[in-house]
């Protein structure tokens, strides 16, 4: 804190200890047992982290931290680290956007996005203890990775990439740049997506894991939003890539972002709803002890109804998202034959939710600051770091009009029903 204005008694309950009171009081009537143990733990987790984050420091020297207790991801199981599955990955989401949501878009990047594709290599038939190496110490938090899809002129339009990887015997060469590379700068691995063909970019996409060493240069992006976080433009320059980094090839590369998509949007979702409940939470501490002309200002109704109101939105977030990833974890990820129709409607339900969640912490953040008056805009409270982080929220993942022209593809396919 620069300078403090914020009265010591308030800000003596401005905790996250006290966020999660009111987060569990919220939220847990909705979890089971287990997942409540497993939000406890966390909590534990966090509180301890807590005082030892220094924010002037970059996200990444507490990615070893997170690897310890295998909270660099949970949907997959990796090194007995139990519960896990897609539940069990939005509440880490969630908690960990409640300690730190710049760390939280630093982990969501290396650890679902760049370590998903390990899992998926492995349960598609893939061989050999390389990509295993890689699995291995992106989890354990040791080393960085990132994604790289969005190129300069292909942001929405990814599928139609131009990033060339061509044949050189067994092994691939790339050339070719990506934008927006989170945790680029700093990344070891790049998992990342190219096609033989810019002709034929479904026929001949491919996804390998580079290497930094294979010869990728980076240049960091200016991103007012997010400062601990490093954003690259990334360069493929005849970077060599051998056959054992090679994660789908021939047009399999295709499929394999589309399995991408939906665990990221999920988690995005995840990671959304913590920054709701922390930005929500810190308001209706602070206008429950702010006082003006003579009262608390929550009883104020401009002030009380309007959070309110973002409780409401925050709650119906929040069983969302918890619903989509149950019925993922029960029809699809731990199911002995997925459901074709669980499949479908979870892919669609990623898109909704991706699109109400995300534009949500913004309105939330925004509202809350308001609501809080001067406060809010300074870094006496988390929140207005907290709006930072909501102002990307929309873009990644898919911006918000890919979400819709998603949806909308689903409401015109409805005069196939009737
Ligand atoms: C902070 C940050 C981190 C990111 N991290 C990553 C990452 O790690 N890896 C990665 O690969 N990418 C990443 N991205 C890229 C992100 O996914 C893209 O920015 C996003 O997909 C939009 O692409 P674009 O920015 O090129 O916008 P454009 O595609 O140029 O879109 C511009 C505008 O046009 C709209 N638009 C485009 N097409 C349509 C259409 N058909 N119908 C209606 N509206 C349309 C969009 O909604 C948007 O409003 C990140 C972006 C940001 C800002």
């Known amino acids: 804190m620069q300078e403090k204005i914020i009265d010591d008694q308030i800000l003596e309950k401005m905790t996250l200890e006290n966020v999660f009171k009111i987060f569990n009081d919220n939220v847990f009537p909705m979890l089971n047992e287990e997942e409540k143990d497993y939000c406890n733990q966390l909590q534990e987790f966090c509180l301890e982290l807590n005082p030892k984050i220094d924010k002037s420091k970059d996200v990444y020297v507490l990615f070893p931290e997170l690897g310890k207790h295998g909270y660099m991801q949970r949907i997959n199981l990796w090194n007995d ?115 033989h063909s810019a002709e034929d970019p479904r026929g001949t996409m491919v996804q390998a894991m580079i290497k930094k060493e294979f010869g990728v240069r980076t240049e960091r992006l200016k991103i007012n939003s997010v400062p601990r976080v490093h954003i690259a433009h990334t360069f493929f320059n005849d970077v060599k890539i051998p056959r054992e980094y090679i994660l789908a090839d021939n047009g399999q590369g295709y499929v394999r972002l589309f399995e991408g998509l939906v665990p990221e949007r999920l988690g995005i979702m995840g990671s959304g709803i913590g920054i709701c409940w922390a930005g929500l939470i810190y308001g209706i501490i602070y206008t429950n002890l702010r006082k003006q002309f003579g009262k608390p200002v929550v009883r104020y109704q401009g002030v009380g109804y309007g959070l309110a109101d973002l409780l409401t939105k925050s709650t119906a977030a929040t069983s969302l998202a918890l619903q989509a990833a149950t019925i993922y974890d029960d029809k699809i990820l731990f199911a002995d034959k997925p459901s074709k129709e669980a499949e479908k409607w979870v892919a669609g339900i990623s898109s909704q939710g991706k699109y109400y969640t995300a534009k949500l912490t913004h309105e939330i953040c925004y509202e809350v600051q308001q609501h809080m008056g001067g406060i809010g805009v300074t870094d006496n409270s988390p929140v207005d770091e907290l709006t930072d982080v909501s102002k990307i929220e929309e873009v990644i993942g898919g911006s918000r009009n890919i979400q819709l022209l998603l949806i909308q593809n689903q409401i015109q396919r409805y005069l196939r029903l009737i």
């Open 81 to 195: 680290f139990k519960p896990y599955g897609m539940k069990k990955e939005i509440l880490l989401g969630t908690h960990l956007s409640m300690l730190d949501s710049q760390l939280e878009l630093g982990r969501l990047a290396s650890g679902i996005l760049c370590g998903n594709p390990t899992f998926h290599y492995y349960s598609h038939g893939g061989t050999g203890d390389t990509i295993q190496k890689v699995q291995d110490e992106l989890m354990s938090g040791q080393k960085i990775g990132c994604i790289g899809i969005t190129e300069p002129n292909r942001g929405s339009d990814a599928v139609n990439m131009t990033t060339i990887a061509s044949k050189d015997g067994d092994a691939l060469i790339y050339n070719g740049e990506k934008v927006y590379t989170t945790n680029g700068p700093k990344a070891d691995y790049f998992c990342t997506y190219g096609v």
